[in-house]
């Protein structure tokens, strides 16, 4: 789609893969399994801290299999799968939630990498079969779901915003949301080729950085006659436990390199996307703009990523997630790998020092709290408008009726299936009853 007049990407969007980039995924898949297994990583954020448990024999193999099947199967088949069909673009919940789980369920070491590759012949075999059965249908949901890429896109530029008001307050919040709205106006007017919120996102991002570095040096000046800081650093009981995570993570060294090298050059296939609008903007060939998506996302996780590391022991499977952005812009494989490799080993030596500039720095600590709660506003929203707008696509009012009737019932239900991923499956679900619907002769569809 041209993001700035707002048309939709074009139909025909598919998953059929080149055979180095099938054997990519398979190969990757298997290897993230096996981290999964060696309780070395794990993609989900949510279920990292479960890992420390099972690391040290509190918890067993099923129970924590349990944990991340209970907080991954929302994502991958109510917003993994359904994103993957609508751009034919592939996305962390369809690739590494699965691996997670098949990864600490194989009760032999050697079994891991076999269930992972499978899962990874699944996605790059079976996807597109999938795709191609659901564009032959009367209504054509998969294509109807495209119109999400509108208000996913333009939505998500706002999370800065969100971000700023959240912990600076109204004035700082107000400011910032003039200042992207002129810049947003600004862009599509003179780089109307241009992913309208880039440049927008870039001031709204540094803006937070700039509000929380400055609050924390001024606290520190405040501070400094009282030197007590690194009295309770050396205290904290929980240092030799983030010192011992970090040198279990340092001992596997070749293996993250190996890990790295992989995602990296996954990203730089454009055949990924670490997020929902970043799979568009990969969809519609925009790869610098994505990379600067994905670029900005990093500073709600890295704080994160690199806290549940530290006490748990278990890294993330795509690290800080910079290389998404730098495998984007990677001209070729090969230099991807290297560099991806290189990334991931920097990340995991400084992990344990990363840990201890972000405990002097509790403002940008914030910061990454507040930009991750304002992403997930930002794409709830966007996401329920995107869903609706499909709906209506290709059901007008009774599409609307149906994809809605199914968010409210499953919020009603308290939310089997979570927020983020009920309206991308309530239209696979609604599409499928439309298309019942139609060879029952209850319902004509309409004409694209």
Known sequence: MNTSTGTVIAAGANLDFTLAQQLTVIALCALTAFTSHMALAVFNDGVRPFMLDFIQGRSTRSATTAVSFGLSAGFIFGLGAPMALSTGVLNPWLVFLPTDILGILAPKKWLAPILGGAWGAVVVFGLNGANNLAHDLPVDFLTAMQQMSTPIL????????????????????????????????????????VFAGAIAMAVGVLLLIALAVAKDLKQRKADRANEVEEIALADDPMASLFSASAARLRRYLPLFMVLGAGVCVLAQMHIFGGGEATSFLIAKGQYGEA???????????????????????????????????IGYLMPNPFLAAVVGALVFAAEVLALSYIG???????????????????????????????????????????????????????????????RMAAAPAAVIVGGIALNVLYWLDLFTPLKA
């Open 356 to 418: 201890k500039f972000l405990g002097k720095l509790p403002s940008v600590r914030d910061s990454s709290e507040h930009l991750r709660s304002a992403i997930s506003d930002t794409l709830q929203l966007a996401i329920l408008f995107g869903s609706l707008m499909a709906a209506n696509a290709m059901g007008a009012g009774l599409g609307i009726l149906i994809v809605g009737g199914l968010y409210l019932l499953n919020e009603a239900m308290g939310r089997p299936v979570v």
């Open 291 to 325: 990379a600067q998506v994905d670029f900005y996302r990093v500073f709600g996780f890295i704080p994160l990523i690199a806290t549940t590391a530290l006490a748990s022991g278990a890294y993330g499977i795509a690290g800080f997630t910079l290389v998404y952005p």
């Open 154 to 193: 333009f939505l998500f530029t706002l999370f800065p915003v969100l971000a700023i008001t959240k912990q600076f307050g109204r004035k700082w919040g107000g400011i910032a949301g003039v200042a992207e709205l002129a810049l947003v106006v600004m862009t599509m007017k003179l780089w109307p080729k």
